[in-house]
Protein backbone atom coordinates (compact mmCIF):
# COMPACT_ATOMS: atom_id res chain seq x y z
CA UNK A 1 0.00 0.00 0.00
CA UNK A 2 1.26 3.37 -1.04
CA UNK A 3 2.43 5.99 1.80
CA UNK A 4 0.76 9.50 1.67
CA UNK A 5 2.82 12.01 0.35
CA UNK A 6 5.02 9.29 -1.71
CA UNK A 7 5.00 8.78 -5.26
CA UNK A 8 4.81 4.90 -6.21
CA UNK A 9 7.44 3.85 -8.54
CA UNK A 10 5.70 2.47 -11.79
CA UNK A 11 5.90 -1.30 -11.91
CA UNK A 12 8.28 -3.80 -14.10
CA UNK A 13 5.19 -4.84 -16.45
CA UNK A 14 4.42 -1.29 -17.05
CA UNK A 15 4.95 -0.45 -21.07
CA UNK A 16 7.80 2.24 -21.93
CA UNK A 17 7.02 4.86 -23.82
CA UNK A 18 9.74 6.43 -26.24
CA UNK A 19 10.26 10.63 -25.91
CA UNK A 20 8.04 12.15 -28.89
CA UNK A 21 10.95 14.43 -29.61
CA UNK A 22 12.70 11.46 -31.73
CA UNK A 23 10.27 10.71 -34.39
CA UNK A 24 11.00 14.10 -36.16
CA UNK A 25 14.46 13.20 -36.26
CA UNK A 26 14.50 9.70 -37.48
CA UNK A 27 13.20 11.08 -41.04
CA UNK A 28 15.71 12.76 -42.19
CA UNK A 29 18.42 9.96 -41.53
CA UNK A 30 16.33 7.99 -43.66
CA UNK A 31 16.02 10.86 -46.34
CA UNK A 32 19.85 10.99 -46.15
CA UNK A 33 20.65 7.47 -45.91
CA UNK A 34 18.89 7.33 -49.69
CA UNK A 35 20.22 10.39 -51.20
CA UNK A 36 23.85 9.37 -50.64
CA UNK A 37 24.29 6.49 -53.06
CA UNK A 38 22.40 8.72 -55.78
CA UNK A 39 25.23 11.75 -54.95
CA UNK A 40 27.87 9.33 -55.16
CA UNK A 41 26.73 7.90 -58.58
CA UNK A 42 26.60 11.62 -59.93
CA UNK A 43 29.92 12.23 -58.70
CA UNK A 44 31.24 9.41 -60.43
CA UNK A 45 29.50 10.19 -63.63
CA UNK A 46 30.79 13.98 -63.17
CA UNK A 47 34.32 12.74 -63.17
CA UNK A 48 34.13 10.39 -65.74
CA UNK A 49 33.02 12.68 -68.44
CA UNK A 50 35.71 15.02 -67.34
CA UNK A 51 38.54 12.25 -67.72
CA UNK A 52 37.11 10.84 -71.15
CA UNK A 53 38.07 12.22 -74.26
CA UNK A 54 35.48 14.33 -76.24
CA UNK A 55 35.83 12.35 -79.34
CA UNK A 56 34.43 8.70 -77.70
CA UNK A 57 31.31 10.10 -75.74
CA UNK A 58 30.63 12.53 -79.50
CA UNK A 59 30.96 12.27 -83.26
CA UNK A 60 32.49 14.98 -84.70
CA UNK A 61 30.86 16.41 -87.98
CA UNK A 62 33.36 14.91 -89.93
CA UNK A 63 33.50 11.67 -88.56
CA UNK A 64 29.68 11.54 -88.88
CA UNK A 65 29.49 12.66 -92.97
CA UNK A 66 32.30 10.31 -93.52
CA UNK A 67 30.27 7.43 -91.99
CA UNK A 68 27.28 8.73 -94.19
CA UNK A 69 29.32 8.61 -97.21
CA UNK A 70 30.80 5.16 -96.38
CA UNK A 71 27.03 4.23 -96.14
CA UNK A 72 25.89 5.74 -99.37
CA UNK A 73 28.57 4.10 -101.32
CA UNK A 74 27.63 0.75 -100.63
CA UNK A 75 23.93 1.47 -100.95
CA UNK A 76 24.71 2.80 -104.21
CA UNK A 77 26.78 0.06 -105.07
CA UNK A 78 24.27 -3.04 -103.49
CA UNK A 79 21.64 -0.75 -105.98
CA UNK A 80 23.56 -1.01 -109.00
CA UNK A 81 24.67 -4.60 -108.52
CA UNK A 82 20.92 -5.62 -108.11
CA UNK A 83 19.43 -3.27 -111.31
CA UNK A 84 22.35 -4.56 -113.36
CA UNK A 85 21.14 -7.53 -116.18
CA UNK A 86 22.15 -10.88 -115.10
CA UNK A 87 24.76 -12.48 -117.56
CA UNK A 88 23.50 -15.44 -120.00
CA UNK A 89 24.69 -18.50 -118.24
CA UNK A 90 27.26 -20.80 -120.81
CA UNK A 91 28.09 -23.71 -120.24
CA UNK A 92 31.09 -24.05 -118.82
CA UNK A 93 34.38 -25.20 -120.98
CA UNK A 94 37.40 -27.40 -119.31
CA UNK A 95 40.71 -28.16 -120.27
CA UNK A 96 40.80 -31.15 -123.28
CA UNK A 97 37.06 -31.85 -121.80
CA UNK A 98 35.55 -29.18 -124.57
CA UNK A 99 32.23 -27.74 -123.72
CA UNK A 100 29.94 -29.18 -121.09
CA UNK A 101 26.40 -29.53 -121.25
CA UNK A 102 23.97 -28.12 -119.04
CA UNK A 103 21.33 -30.82 -117.71
CA UNK A 104 18.77 -29.87 -120.41
CA UNK A 105 20.89 -29.09 -123.40
CA UNK A 106 20.94 -32.09 -125.76
CA UNK A 107 23.05 -32.71 -129.13
CA UNK A 108 20.70 -32.94 -132.27
CA UNK A 109 22.50 -35.48 -133.31
CA UNK A 110 22.00 -37.96 -130.44
CA UNK A 111 18.18 -37.09 -130.62
CA UNK A 112 16.41 -40.01 -131.16
CA UNK A 113 13.25 -39.93 -132.90
CA UNK A 114 10.25 -42.10 -132.05
CA UNK A 115 7.39 -39.97 -133.86
CA UNK A 116 6.71 -40.04 -137.89
CA UNK A 117 8.77 -37.11 -139.15
CA UNK A 118 7.00 -37.36 -142.56
CA UNK A 119 3.23 -37.15 -140.99
CA UNK A 120 1.82 -33.85 -142.36
CA UNK A 121 1.54 -32.47 -138.56
CA UNK A 122 5.35 -33.16 -138.38
CA UNK A 123 5.91 -31.20 -141.59
CA UNK A 124 3.38 -28.63 -140.79
CA UNK A 125 5.42 -27.77 -137.50
CA UNK A 126 8.54 -27.50 -139.16
CA UNK A 127 7.40 -25.43 -141.45
CA UNK A 128 6.10 -22.87 -139.59
CA UNK A 129 9.23 -22.96 -137.29
CA UNK A 130 10.94 -21.97 -140.21
CA UNK A 131 8.10 -19.30 -141.58
CA UNK A 132 8.88 -17.20 -138.31
CA UNK A 133 12.47 -18.04 -138.72
CA UNK A 134 12.64 -16.23 -142.21
CA UNK A 135 10.43 -13.46 -140.43
CA UNK A 136 13.16 -12.35 -138.02
CA UNK A 137 16.12 -12.86 -139.92
CA UNK A 138 14.55 -10.31 -142.63
CA UNK A 139 13.74 -7.71 -139.60
CA UNK A 140 17.59 -8.69 -138.26
CA UNK A 141 18.62 -7.21 -141.86
CA UNK A 142 16.13 -4.13 -142.23
CA UNK A 143 17.52 -3.25 -138.55
CA UNK A 144 21.51 -3.40 -139.98
CA UNK A 145 20.39 -1.18 -143.16
CA UNK A 146 18.47 1.76 -141.13
CA UNK A 147 18.12 1.64 -137.19
CA UNK A 148 14.99 3.37 -137.25
CA UNK A 149 13.45 0.79 -139.73
CA UNK A 150 9.82 -0.19 -138.72
CA UNK A 151 10.00 -3.66 -138.18
CA UNK A 152 6.05 -4.21 -136.44
CA UNK A 153 5.10 -6.06 -139.20
CA UNK A 154 7.05 -8.84 -137.60
CA UNK A 155 3.86 -8.76 -134.91
CA UNK A 156 1.29 -11.02 -134.93
CA UNK A 157 -1.45 -11.70 -132.44
CA UNK A 158 -1.13 -15.47 -131.76
CA UNK A 159 2.31 -15.77 -132.62
CA UNK A 160 3.70 -16.87 -129.02
CA UNK A 161 0.24 -19.79 -129.62
CA UNK A 162 1.78 -20.54 -133.11
CA UNK A 163 5.00 -20.83 -132.08
CA UNK A 164 4.27 -23.11 -128.62
CA UNK A 165 1.69 -25.67 -130.84
CA UNK A 166 4.51 -26.11 -133.35
CA UNK A 167 7.24 -26.52 -131.16
CA UNK A 168 4.94 -29.19 -129.24
CA UNK A 169 4.58 -31.25 -132.58
CA UNK A 170 8.07 -31.81 -132.67
CA UNK A 171 8.80 -32.11 -129.28
CA UNK A 172 6.43 -35.17 -129.74
CA UNK A 173 8.52 -36.75 -131.93
CA UNK A 174 11.51 -37.45 -129.30
CA UNK A 175 12.11 -39.70 -126.26
CA UNK A 176 12.16 -38.51 -123.07
CA UNK A 177 15.73 -37.45 -123.33
CA UNK A 178 15.57 -35.78 -126.42
CA UNK A 179 12.17 -33.73 -125.40
CA UNK A 180 14.19 -32.02 -122.69
CA UNK A 181 16.35 -30.53 -125.06
CA UNK A 182 13.40 -29.22 -127.16
CA UNK A 183 11.51 -28.12 -124.24
CA UNK A 184 14.89 -26.28 -123.42
CA UNK A 185 14.79 -24.62 -127.25
CA UNK A 186 10.66 -23.68 -126.97
CA UNK A 187 11.27 -21.99 -123.22
CA UNK A 188 14.26 -20.14 -125.05
CA UNK A 189 12.30 -19.40 -128.60
CA UNK A 190 8.78 -18.11 -126.20
CA UNK A 191 10.91 -16.38 -123.83
CA UNK A 192 13.16 -14.00 -126.47
CA UNK A 193 9.56 -13.66 -128.77
CA UNK A 194 8.63 -11.78 -125.68
CA UNK A 195 11.06 -9.44 -124.85
CA UNK A 196 10.64 -9.08 -129.07
CA UNK A 197 7.07 -7.78 -128.70
CA UNK A 198 8.16 -5.70 -125.78
CA UNK A 199 11.27 -3.46 -127.71
CA UNK A 200 9.84 -3.99 -131.21
CA UNK A 201 7.37 -1.19 -131.12
CA UNK A 202 8.64 2.43 -131.05
CA UNK A 203 9.01 4.17 -127.81
CA UNK A 204 5.89 6.52 -127.12
CA UNK A 205 6.66 9.94 -125.33
CA UNK A 206 4.25 10.93 -122.73
CA UNK A 207 1.44 12.57 -124.80
CA UNK A 208 1.81 9.84 -127.12
CA UNK A 209 3.99 10.93 -129.80
CA UNK A 210 5.78 8.39 -131.68
CA UNK A 211 9.76 8.83 -130.52
CA UNK A 212 12.84 7.11 -132.18
CA UNK A 213 14.74 4.18 -131.29
CA UNK A 214 17.70 5.34 -128.70
CA UNK A 215 20.62 3.12 -128.89
CA UNK A 216 20.12 0.95 -126.09
CA UNK A 217 16.53 -0.40 -127.38
CA UNK A 218 17.94 -0.74 -130.69
CA UNK A 219 20.58 -3.15 -129.18
CA UNK A 220 18.02 -4.91 -126.87
CA UNK A 221 16.04 -5.55 -130.46
CA UNK A 222 18.97 -6.95 -132.35
CA UNK A 223 19.94 -8.98 -128.94
CA UNK A 224 16.41 -10.40 -128.87
CA UNK A 225 15.99 -11.43 -132.72
CA UNK A 226 19.43 -13.50 -132.84
CA UNK A 227 18.51 -15.07 -129.98
CA UNK A 228 15.31 -16.36 -131.37
CA UNK A 229 17.27 -17.04 -134.37
CA UNK A 230 19.53 -19.21 -132.58
CA UNK A 231 17.75 -21.38 -130.31
CA UNK A 232 15.21 -21.79 -133.40
CA UNK A 233 18.05 -23.16 -135.84
CA UNK A 234 19.06 -25.56 -133.13
CA UNK A 235 15.69 -26.81 -132.59
CA UNK A 236 15.10 -27.44 -136.31
CA UNK A 237 18.48 -29.66 -136.62
CA UNK A 238 16.09 -32.38 -134.06
CA UNK A 239 14.47 -32.92 -137.44
CA UNK A 240 16.60 -32.40 -140.13
Known sequence: RALPGRQQAPSQHAH????????????????SRAVLP????????????????????????????????????????????????????????????GKVRGPFEVDP??????????????????????????????????LDKDEQADITTLLKPLAISEIRQATNSINNLMDDASAAGVQRLQRLMIQEWYLIEDDIPFPLSKKGAVMSRGSERLKRCKGHLEGYAKASKELLEFVP
Open 16 to 31: RKFPTTMAPVAAPLKR
Open 38 to 97: LAFLGASAVLALRTLRPGLLFASPEAAASRRNVLLSGALAAAAVAAAPAAPVVAAEFPLL
Open 109 to 142: KEAIIVGDINSADSKAAKAMINQYLNRVEEARAA
